[in-house]
């Protein structure tokens, strides 16, 4: 669901939007790691990281706080997701 605020700026509540997240970004990563188109996947991770270092402190710690909560739901993949902050930048 998104939520509207002001002009131009959207709210997004729910955990569906950080999976999604997380799919493309393992795709990504992947790419990167076969070699297939690994200098546009590349870029796009680090438009990402991007993107979501411009975040502030609060929105910031309830990302962290959603990546928790699907890394709890997805132990296979928990390390990884916990891992994410890290990987683009972000300081915890």
Known sequence: MITRVEEGE???QGDE???ALL???ATLEDLVA???DSHSALSTLEDIAHELGRMDSG???RFI???E???AEE???AAWIRGIPNALGLDR
Do not use: I, K, N
Request: aromatic content about 0%.
């Open 59 to 61: 929105e910031r710690r």
């Open 10 to 12: 959207a709210v997004v």
């Open 65 to 67: 706080e959603v990546l």
């Open 75 to 77: 132990p296979g993949r």
């Open 34 to 36: 076969v070699g297939h």
């Open 23 to 25: 799919t493309a970004m």
């Open 69 to 71: 909560r699907v890394a």
């Open 17 to 19: 939007v950080v999976r």
